[in-house]
């Protein structure tokens, strides 16, 4: 089986920053692309950022030149870099991924996989 475990989040002041990390493990084969999300209480999970297996970015209009992603292809990895914090990026921020993997008997699976979520705090 084939997961996406988060790291990074916590409590920041203003204007600080903070970085997340997400790495994929199992026996994958492939990553397509990668992306961050986040999501408050009540609303829609929505995208913050995504890279693509070969590099290219998008980024929503709230988080450019704020916040970069990302990717470490050897380590099966997606980070985020928050800079400039504001308190509306406090959220849980999950990390998406289209995972290729084989399970035990070779045959070859894809899965869109989530993270677990961290929470990001920004306190004014």
């Known amino acids: 089986q084939v997961q996406l475990v988060e790291s990074g989040g916590g409590l920041v002041q203003v204007g600080g920053s903070l970085r997340l990390s997400c790495a994929a493990s199992g026996t994958i084969v492939s990553i397509g692309t990668m992306g961050w999300y986040q999501q408050v209480p009540g609303k829609q999970r929505e995208l913050v950022a995504t890279i693509g297996s070969g590099g290219s970015t998008n980024y929503a209009d709230s988080v450019k030149g704020r916040f970069t992603i990302s990717r470490d292809n050897a380590k099966n990895t997606v980070y985020l870099q928050m800079n400039s914090l504001k308190p509306e990026d406090t959220a849980v921020y999950y990390c998406?991924?289209?995972?290729?993997?084989?399970?035990?008997?070779?045959?070859?699976?894809?899965?869109?996989?989530w993270g677990q979520g961290a929470q990001v705090t920004v306190s004014s």
């Open positions: 998406n991924a289209g995972l290729s993997y084989r399970d035990p008997s070779g045959s070859l699976y894809y899965k869109n996989s």
